[in-house]
């Protein structure tokens, strides 16, 4: 659907004569460190090489490039849901066009102190979530332990692989005007934005590659070989291979595209709380095989929601059993189970001397001045300068925004205060600086914004490596105080310089490194085999549904009278019947007279439940759910659908050579889809199931078109024929074999019983036979499953069917046979749907290979 694009997502470069005009006008203010000029408008020294090389490009050559980065977010659908957005899990990710470059000099300074960080940080967790010397030494106050929610009692004591209680850690730091780096805030918890970091990498170096060469850039890959060494390394069992998974909360949360998008690039199984199980302390994965044990899961889920059992008891989206599993030593979890613990931005205010004593250095990376106000002392000095401070939660909440005391209204600050002195424990003040501005392409113009930078850390060998990168982020507007991804702000890639060579390292294997060979793909997750069998379904639905409008349009278009479409009133009640049956709700039949306005009617029902707008948005909805399972150009090909689904709610002044120029779009959209799993995907489960929902769907969609329209006489078939093969795409086919005028019988030949047909019914159920054949299940078993009797059944079904006979009518005008074979054909495909689902994707079956080897055992 169109939608309004936002400032910074496409405002196009100034177009200009001057090849440096689009930077001119940008004014870096004196009160702060501005990281592209220095005092006087002169470029710092590691911009100089960019900027001149964007000189040379010119604004034309800028805008061409930069629409051509747009294009590349939209097709590869990276997106970030903000909650309560119009445009949902569809809102495209916000990436500005200028880098942020970071000199080498820079860069040398800061990954040492941030290792350091981050290993003065695993040691304070080591410490609270083991002997607690801390707390007994008076060193560390117990309120900001045991009144933390990221406390996790029920974790406390837990033995972890190598002591390691931080494998992944990020922290939020910015620049001040006097020009030194301090932390604002850290992330401890699943920190996430590494893939869209690494997404922003993509797109920038895709528009600017000679730019990103020459300026000798690091490359991000190999942080992320680091962080698959890091995470091998935590399995207790199989550390050669082991199998690794990445738990998501779901679609529908905000950063699910990067968790897709992580677990395709490190080749990790992407699976939800459900898709776990835990059985004698071990964590299994539930697959079509059945039962596959895990040895490492990379969590995206808060940890207080992962065990409904010892955890959150509310929560859904959890592993029951995961703690004990964890506490047992038969699964790693990175992060560990309440590594949010030192979140809390309290912990800022004794990060010097925490250093100190568990390190015997000084902190280099120092934190934003931070107070917190459980001491006495601190709470009298944040208040004696309210004006000055940012007062946050001391336990990190989404519930609870900053607030700026140089904001607030004399009662407002009156009542803060209030809150402040009756529970100091809870708040914690921070001093506002002004941070350093980066430019920002945004209303036409280059512009100076606030920038915070996160980093990216992964633990090694007893020590840090930090990505030579992250995600920087910028607020919606110039005036914004709060960095927030969900308030609306932007991202900017980040570019690390090196003034060595850049390496040339790729996650992808070497060409001269000998690879094992297979043809074996991982085993299949129950819930994706779920999902991509009624992506299946829904992707021939919507095409059935498009075909057949199509064939509705065109006639109202060619016909300028009700009389001249003798055919319209049945292709309008199988229009109907397809909907109701797609969404269960039964409404009033055509039958003869369709209704007067029959365009609105078309558009009336393609806005139901059912109907074509429903069913492409449930279609682009379950593909999200297996974004890490199909293709880039599968993708594409699904994203590009939304942009000819806008139909009209009312026929006033609607074109329909508009409309039939969108369904002709889509018939040749959906019709890609098909052609790339055909011809793009091994004959694994994956396209098994996605091809077992299409020919199960195309059956059910085949039979009930003919059903509608032909288990009934009319006075003359001949142009519902014409119709009902147009719409079944078989009329080329027909007439190079029959050159006479069409016929019932010959059409329902090649409709119904004709295996050489992809668009019969008897090429379906021959399809669902092999597949159904192919499917895990106990060899041992001397009868067919039920599955394959539906199939089997109707495949002798079709193959003695007798054209003849279901062509004959009753005395009163109804083919009563070819009723009772099309509808016995759709009740089964239900049936067979039903069973698929019971047997294989509900998730609660036994181990098919366990039951195997139980045959083979008791043999």
Known sequence: MRRARTPMECSPIPETTSNTQWRDGYAAGSAVYDEMFAPGQTLRPHWQSFVTHLDRLGALELARRWEQGRRLIHENGVTYNIYGDPRGMDRPWELDSIPFLVSAEDWNVLEPALAQRARVLNLLLADLYGAQAL??????????????????????????????????????????????????????QAPSGAGYALENRIVLSRIFPDVFKECQIQRLATFFRKVRETMNALAFYNRDNPFIVLLTPGPFNETYFEHAYLARYLNYTLVEGGDLTVRDQCVYLKTLGGLHRVDVIVRRLDAEYCDPLELRADSALGVPGLVQAVRAGNVA?????????????????????????????????????????????????????????????????RDIEPVFGAKLSREQRETLIDRMKAQPYLYVAQEQIALSTVPVLANERIEPRQAVLRTYLSASNGSYVAMPGGLTQVPVTSDALVFSLQRGGGSKDTWVQTSGPVSSFTLLRPAHQSTELSRAGSDLPSRVADNLFWLGRYVERAESAVRLLRGIVVRLSEKSTLGDVRELPALLRALQDQCHSSSNVKGKRIDEAPPPDELGYILELSRKPGGLYATLQLLQGVARMVRDRISTDTWRVIRSLDENVNWPERSDGVNLSEI?????????????????????????????????????????????????????????????????????????TYRRRYLASLQLAPMLDLLIADETNPRSLAFQVVALNGHVDSLPRDTMLPHLSPEQRITVANLSLMRLIDIDAVCKADAQGRRVELDSTLGRLNSDMTALSDIITRQYLSHAQTSRQLASFRSEVLE
């Open 660 to 732: 039939l120029a969108k369904l002709n779009y889509l018939v040749i959209t959906l019709a890609s889809f098909g052609g790339l799993a055909s011809e793009s995907m091994t004959r694994g489960q994956v396209w098994r199931f996605l091809d077992m929902g299409r020919r199960l769907e195309r059956a059910k969609n085949a039979a009930g078109l003919l059903r509608s329209t032909l288990t009934q006489v009319s006075s003359d078939d001949t142009p519902l024929l014409e119709a009902l093969l147009e719409v079944s795409d078989s009329f080329m």
């Open 333 to 397: 979890v990175a992060n560990p189970l309440g590594s949010g613990l030192v979140e809390s931005p309290a912990i800022n205010a004794f990060l010097p001397d925490l250093c100190r004593l568990l390190l015997n250095e000084d902190l280099k990376l120092p934190s934003v001045p931070t107070f917190w106000c459980g001491r006495k002392q601190s709470l009298q000095h944040a208040i004696s300068r309210l004006d000055q401070m940012v007062v946050k939660p001391a336990f990190p909440s």
């Open 135 to 188: 707390l007994r030494a008076g060193v560390f106050p117990p309120e900001l332990v045991f009144w933390n929610p990221g406390f996790l009692r029920s974790c406390h004591g837990i033995r972890l692989p190598n002591q390691s209680y931080l494998n992944l850690y990020s922290a939020d730091i910015a620049r001040t005007p006097d020009g030194r780096w301090s932390v604002i805030s850290d992330r401890t």
